[in-house]
């Protein structure tokens, strides 16, 4: 069966996608089990290791092309795909290429009940063959984060990216191919089908018995359903999941900092980042200036093509994401909420017109049980709430299921660590957002997720730690 592909800026059709069904994914586990028999499996971490680093020469000997892929799928603009989302998809391959090269293994010398002596010691080997499905919103980055410690650890993977944002994985086959043709490794160590969720290709892969191990990124009710899926066979499952993230600003903070820190996290990507925020809380006496300059900031986008250099904001990905998004700002407004800013959908030029497009948007006064302030709504908006009491406010940023990013603007060195201590967080910045370091671990608390991923993390889930004990 084929599926069109719309484009998010003007609703117009870009390509069209052939779905894999059941015997199309198994035929790709199939290669990739056969991958693991062939010269794949032979080689040594460090020739894999070369192997990763020329795929990502391959991605920036063909960076404009990824940028092409992944503007047409987004239409976010092209200075975001060109600056972080494509070469984070080439640092991924070479990050986790120097990174298993040099990971040591355990030892120990054992001395046994009866005088026995003997040495353990532990092996790393790979899971098997992973398989990997990923989201629309930083397609490139996110699936790359995943395949790369993947295959840097001697795995197969077999890939669905999202539905809606099939190019880019689509292009790394012929890059990935190329560079290990290179080497004499035939294809079928990265494999893609595409699809849709349930009933279709990704179903068809997280059932599938041949498949050792999940790595998901996605919405928290997905993984569930995938979590089921694992359960039979007892798979492993890595998950990236939802957020309900907020930001502090404490009165003190560097207010030029904090606004612009906030309003990224707010509205990049038009607020399709499960790092971003959706929740502020805002101590009192700045609690006016900060909302003024952030409602500035919002009402200073520029809206476009992504191909336009002056475009700053995207399109959401979707008219079936827009529905929800504007769902949510109507459910904001019969709750009670203010709306300080945008809240509906830009009035923009016919070309436009047919795009998933909605205004940021800023709320205050939101009701404690009004939908906007629990749900993820994975959209450009932001509630604003002021704050008098550091206790309190940690109990209001806790008071949600899930628990994947903080950002806390201070300049009082203790509040920032007491704060950044006591939220129920993956990950906590401190007057910064989404400054990475892939070496650190990367996941969410509660129902964003299970597991880390980043840095030697990741190691847990892509590889079997085995344990060899040598009596001597
Ligand atoms: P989604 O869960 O709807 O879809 C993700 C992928 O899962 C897609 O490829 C989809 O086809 C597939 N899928 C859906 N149902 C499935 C099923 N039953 N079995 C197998 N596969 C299935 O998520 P989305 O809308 O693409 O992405 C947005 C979500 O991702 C948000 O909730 C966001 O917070 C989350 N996200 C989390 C992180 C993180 O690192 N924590 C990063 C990015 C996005």
Redesign the pocket.
């Known amino acids: 069966m084929t599926y069109d592909l719309i484009s998010p800026v003007d609703g117009s059709v870009t390509g069209t996608m052939t779905e894999a069904g059941a015997a199309e994914v198994d035929a790709a586990v199939g290669n990739a089990r056969a991958a693991l028999a062939g010269p794949w499996g032979q080689l040594s971490a460090p020739a894999r290791a070369d192997a990763l680093r020329a795929v990502a020469d391959g991605i920036r000997a063909r960076f404009d092309e990824f940028v092409e892929a992944e503007m047409l799928d987004t239409g976010q603009p092209r200075h975001v795909m060109e600056k972080a989302f494509v070469p984070r998809g080439a640092a991924n391959f070479e990050f986790f290429a120097d990174l298993t090269k040099n990971v040591p293994t355990e030892s120990f010398e054992t001395v046994g009940p009866h005088g026995e002596r003997a040495l353990n010691y532990a092996v790393r080997r790979p899971k098997g063959v992973i398989g990997v ?6 397609p490139f980055l ?1 699936m790359t984060w995943k395949v790369a410690p993947a295959l840097a650890c001697g795995n197969a993977v077999v890939v ?6 099939p190019r880019t994985a689509t292009l790394l086959v012929e890059v990935i191919d190329k560079a290990f043709a290179d080497i004499g490794v035939p294809g079928g160590v990265y494999n893609v089908v595409h ?13 599938h018995p041949d498949v050792d191990a999940i790595t ?8 569930t ?2 979590m089921k ?1 694992a359960a039979e066979g007892v798979r492993d499952v890595s ?5 309900k993230n907020a930001a502090v600003v404490f009165a003190d903070a560097d207010l030029d900092d904090a606004v612009d820190g906030v309003f990224r996290s707010g509205f990049l990507n038009t607020g ?5 925020t959706e929740r502020v809380f805002v101590e009192r006496p700045v609690f006016e200036e900060f909302r003024d300059r952030l409602v500035a900031r919002c009402e200073a986008v520029r809206y476009g093509r992504p191909t336009d250099p002056e475009t700053t904001y995207g399109p959401l ?1 979707s008219h079936e ?1 827009r529905d929800k998004v504007l769902g949510y700002y109507r459910a904001a407004v019969e709750a009670g909420a203010t709306v300080v800013t945008g809240g509906g959908v830009p009035d923009l030029p016919i070309e436009l017109a047919g795009g998933a497009w909605v205004e940021p948007t800023i709320w205050t006064d939101a009701p404690d049980d009004a939908s906007i302030l629990h749900e ?1 709504i ?1 959209g450009p908006c932001v509630h604003l709430t002021p704050f008098d009491d550091e206790a309190a406010v940690i109990d209001a940023v806790n008071a949600t299921p899930y628990g ?2 903080t950002s806390v603007w201070t300049t009082d060195l203790s509040t920032a660590h007491r704060v950044a201590g006591a939220i129920d967080v ?1 990950i906590a910045w401190i007057n910064s957002w989404f400054l990475r370091d892939l070496r650190t671990p ?3 608390a509660g129902q ?2 299970i597991g880390r991923e980043g840095g030697v993390h990741g190691l847990e889930f892509y590889t079997e730690t085995k344990n060899v004990c040598v009596q001597l």
């Not at 669905?160 to 944002?165: C, D, F, H, L």
């Not at 998901?216 to 993984?223: A, C, D, K, L, P």
């Open positions: 499905i990923c989201p629309w919103n930083a996110l669905k990216p999202s539905e809606q944002t699809g849709f969720g349930p009933g279709s290709a990704g179903e068809a892969l997280t059932t998901f990124t996605g919405e928290t009710v997905t993984g359903a995938i899926a998950f990236e999941l939802g957020g399709q980042v499960c790092l971003g990905i994401h993820e994975f994947l990013a993956g990367f996941g969410g964003s997720g």
